[in-house]
């Protein structure tokens, strides 16, 4: 009787079960944002169930009783909406909005449901579309006054940035001042200023760049100054070999700001004042390929006598132009064999000495070697001879 009971209780259970995983539900909400206008906003929203729920997007302006609702698709809103959805498993959507208006300010709803009739106006669905929703707050730019706007004087070697953060009511929890997109280290300051400042001590291609201030407010503002100088351009390496024939590859690149805008090669003669321009595509020895911070010659079928010598790259901003050159030297095919050359050259001078010396020895030098050699065996034999006489006497 208890088997019995535990099995339909059991039963009851998984039927349950069964049943609410039938039913859609959000796994992942939109969040509410805050945002400037020409910002983009996006809200994420997640669903699972089984079948795979369908999921919408709409949106509410206004308040009741006169809101206004509207289905959102891809491209609504003059094109400023994506959205993006995947059926995979769950159901995932993504709903983007770009360059925000004042009037993008309202309630967005994310509808979910997995109901066969559930868009059948003329059935009431069983399962009724599950919502979640977010606001979105569209903002005016406040003005931030940036002083000096653009530093651009050559002369000058040192700055001061400074940001001004003026009629607005956000409440700002900290600044910071970016360089090219990289935060400055010990740049952040305290909460509640509206006015902030940064020194550049030295004002040079390192240096130079887009500086941006930021006011830590909901949603974060910013404003940006320039720092121009004129182009740094330098040889990626200043000498360069190829062999007769082959293809030389002359580079050189640029830092700063502005990069280059437009770049320039120039073949150099014995006089640095002799230059002549080097045009890509006149002729098919030279190919010249360019981007902002780099440039590159591709000097082809090279000829030892007139392509060997000095070239010039020259990079040229709207704050003026800069130069570097690079000595191509050429070396013949022949030029490998060379060395091993040399070397067989020595062997042969050094055989050709030994020979000659051999043969110029002295005949007398090679006597007196035989003589000396024969000598001492005589005058060993004589001494053995009278010491062996000796003997013989002592014994008688």
Known sequence: MRRKLFGVILAVCIGWFQAEALTAGFIKSPLSQMKLIEDSAELDCEVIGNPIPEVQWWFIEGEEPIETVTQLFDGAKEDRVRINATYINHATSTLILTNLTLNDTGVYECRASNDPDRNDLRTPPKVKWIRSQANVIVFEHPVITTKPEVVSDQNQTSATLSCNLTNTTFLVKGNYWTHNGKTIEKSESTPGKYFIEYIIKKIDYHS???????????????????????????????????????????????????????????????????????????????????????????????DINADMGMYQCQGTNEMGSASDQIQLRVRSQLAALWPFLGIVAEVIILITIIFIYEKRRKPDEISDDDDSGSAPLKSNAATNHKDKNVRQRNSN
């Open 208 to 302: 130079a760049g887009i500086y941006a201030c930021f006011f830590q407010t909901e949603p974060e503002v910013n404003a940006t100054i320039e720092v121009k100088v004129p182009p740094y351009v330098g040889a990626y390496k200043h000498s360069e070999n190829a062999n007769e024939n082959d293809k030389a590859v002359l580079t050189c690149v640029s830092h700063g700001y502005p990069l280059p805008t437009d770049w320039s090669w120039y073949k150099l003669g014995e006089n640095e004042d002799e230059k002549v321009p080097i045009v890509n595509g006149t002729v098919d020895k030279y190919e010249i390929k360019s981007t902002p911070n780099k440039t590159m010659l591709y000097v082809k079928d090279l």
